[in-house]
C-alpha cells in the first residue's frame, strides 16, 4: 500500500475493517463476535468513583475535589473512616478551604464552626455540629448536619459513592451496585501478587472523551507507535485483528485476537461504569500485567485520571531502583498522555461546539465498543442528570485552584519525574567515583 492521504475504508464484507497506516501499517477488524447477555449496562453515571489512592487522604489534612462541579471534602474523622462531605458549611453557606481538621474535628473558618462524627446524637454513621457561638445552640445543633456521600477503602483506592442527592445520615443511602464489583479480586485478579507503578494526571477537556480514547485500543499504532516499547506496536507492523464483545449489566469487554492466530490474544479491555477500566492480556489468573484506569468528572471540561500499572514481573525493589524503573515507567505514562492530550482539548472543543454529530462522525465497524459506550453515556446522562447544578458559565472558575492540586497540564509532573531520572543517575555514576578517588 503506497503511503498517501489517509481514510477508513470498509471492504464489500460489513464486518471487515481495514485501517491503512503510513509506512504501509494496516490493522484489520474482522469477524465480530457479539455476546449480549442482557443486552445492556444497568449501571448509570451515579455510582462509585475512585477518587483517590488511599495515601492522598491523611491524618488531621482536607482532601479538596469536586465531582460534576459539585465541591466536595475528603477526610478522616476521629476513628480513622474516611469522609466525603460538600464542602459547604450549613451554617452560612461557606467553604472549608483554610479551615483546620484536629483529631477528626472539622472547623469552619468563617464561624468557627465546629463538626465531629460523633455530635449531640452520638452515631457514627452521622456528622453533626458540636460548636457554634451562640446561646441558642443546644437546639441550633440538633438541627444542623453536613451532607455527605458514602465512601469505602479498597485496594489502597479511596471510593466515593455519588448519587442523585447526599444525605446526612449514611444509613439512608443506598448502593446503586454494590462497591465489590470495582474490586480487583472480584474481577479475578489477586492484587497482591503484583506491584505497581501509578501517576495522577488532570486534564481540561470533557471526561467522556477520555473514556472514549482509553476504550480504543487501536490508536496506540497510530498515536504511541514510537513510546510503547513494545516491538507488535509500532506503525510498521501489520497486523489484523478478530473481536469478540462481551455485553452484560456490570460492564462492556473488548477482546481483541490475532487473525493469523485466533487462539493468541492482543489485548482485552473491560469498562466498568461508570469510571473504571482494566486492560490486561489474558485470563485474569494468568494475565503478568494489568492496568487500571479511573476517570473522575470534576466538572466541566475537568477531569482526574488515575493509571496503575500492575505487573507480576520485575518485582526486586533493589533491581527496580538500580534500573530507575518505577521512574521511567512514569515516563512513558507522562509521554502517551501528552500525546492523547492535543486530541483530546480539539475533540472536546469540536464536541462543545456542535461539530461533532451523527452527519460528520462515522463510526467503523472496529468502533463497536465506541458506539455502545456513548449510546449507554447519552442515555445515563438524559436519565441520571448528573450535571444538573452545572452553571455554563466561563467566569466560575474559583474552584479550580484548589481542586486541580495536580497541573491540569502534564508538563509539571513529568519535569519532576525527568529531574529525578537525571537525579539518580547522577547519584548512581558519581557514588563509585567518589569511592574510587578515594581509594587512590
Known amino acids: ?3 498517501r492521504q489517509i481514510n477508513f475504508f470498509k471492504s464489500k464484507d460489513f464486518n471487515t475493517v481495514l485501517k491503512p497506516f503510513k509506512n504501509g501499517t494496516v490493522v484489520k477488524i474482522d469477524s465480530f463476535d457479539i455476546r449480549e447477555n442482557q443486552k445492556e449496562l444497568k449501571i448509570g453515571l451515579f455510582g462509585w468513583y475512585a477518587i483517590c489512592p488511599s495515601k492522598e487522604v491523611k491524618k488531621d489534612k482536607l482532601y479538596y475535589f469536586s465531582l460534576y462541579d459539585e465541591p466536595l471534602v475528603l477526610y478522616r474523622d476521629e476513628n480513622e473512616n474516611v469522609r466525603c462531605i460538600k464542602n459547604i458549611c450549613p451554617h452560612r453557606g461557606a467553604s472549608f478551604f483554610g479551615g483546620t481538621l484536629e483529631d477528626g474535628v472539622l472547623t469552619c473558618p468563617y464561624h468557627g464552626a465546629k463538626f ?5 446524637c452520638q452515631n457514627l454513621d452521622r456528622i453533626t455540629c458540636s460548636h457554634i457561638v451562640d446561646n441558642n445552640y443546644d437546639n441550633y445543633a440538633k438541627k444542623i448536619h453536613l451532607s455527605q456521600y458514602k465512601t469505602s477503602e479498597i485496594n489502597g ?6 448519587s442523585k442527592e447526599s444525605e446526612t445520615d449514611l444509613n439512608n443511602i443506598s448502593e446503586d451496585i454494590p462497591i465489590s464489583n470495582y474490586e480487583l479480586y472480584e474481577n479475578g485478579f489477586s492484587h497482591k501478587e503484583y506491584v505497581f507503578e501509578e501517576v495522577l494526571v488532570d486534564f481540561k477537556c470533557d471526561w467522556s472523551r477520555i473514556i472514549e480514547n482509553h476504550l480504543d485500543i487501536l490508536h496506540i499504532f497510530w498515536v504511541h507507535g514510537d513510546t510503547i516499547p513494545d516491538k507488535d506496536v509500532n506503525k510498521n507492523v501489520l497486523v489484523s485483528f478478530n473481536q469478540k464483545i462481551n455485553i452484560n449489566p456490570k460492564y462492556i469487554e473488548s ?20 469510571g473504571r477500566i482494566l486492560i490486561y492480556k489474558e485470563d485474569p ?39 530507575l524503573f518505577k521512574e521511567n515507567q512514569r515516563k512513558i505514562f507522562y509521554k502517551i498522555f501528552d500525546e492523547d492530550y492535543m486530541i483530546l482539548k480539539t475533540q472536546t472543543y469540536n464536541h462543545n461546539m456542535g461539530f461533532i454529530s451523527k452527519d460528520e462522525i462515522k463510526l467503523l465497524g472496529e468502533d463497536r465498543i465506541i458506539n455502545y459506550f456513548w449510546k449507554w453515556y447519552k442515555n445515563s446522562e438524559n436519565k441520571d442528570n448528573p450535571w444538573r447544578n452545572t452553571i455554563n458559565t466561563k467566569n466560575i472558575d474559583v474552584y479550580d485552584k484548589v481542586i486541580l492540586k495536580y497541573p491540569p497540564e502534564i508538563k509539571k509532573l513529568e519535569i519532576i519525574n ?12 558519581a557514588a563509585p567515583l567518589i569511592f574510587f578517588m578515594l581509594i587512590i
Request: aromatic share 14%.
Open 116 to 120: 465531629s462524627s460523633g455530635g449531640s
Open 157 to 162: 483506592y479511596i471510593f466515593v459513592h455519588f
Open 418 to 429: 525527568n529531574l529525578d531520572i537525571i537525579r539518580k543517575t547522577i547519584v548512581r555514576f
Open 285 to 323: 489468573s494468568l494475565s503478568r500485567y494489568l492496568q487500571v484506569l479511573d476517570h473522575i468528572p470534576l466538572g466541566n471540561n475537568k477531569a482526574r485520571v488515575i493509571v496503575r500499572h500492575y505487573r507480576k514481573f520485575l518485582q526486586n525493589k533493589l533491581l527496580n531502583n538500580l534500573l
Open 255 to 274: 477482546i481483541y485476537y490475532y487473525k493469523n492466530d485466533p487462539s493468541k490474544e492482543f489485548i482485552r479491555i473491560k469498562y466498568i461504569p461508570p
Open 1 to 3: 500500500m503506497e503511503n
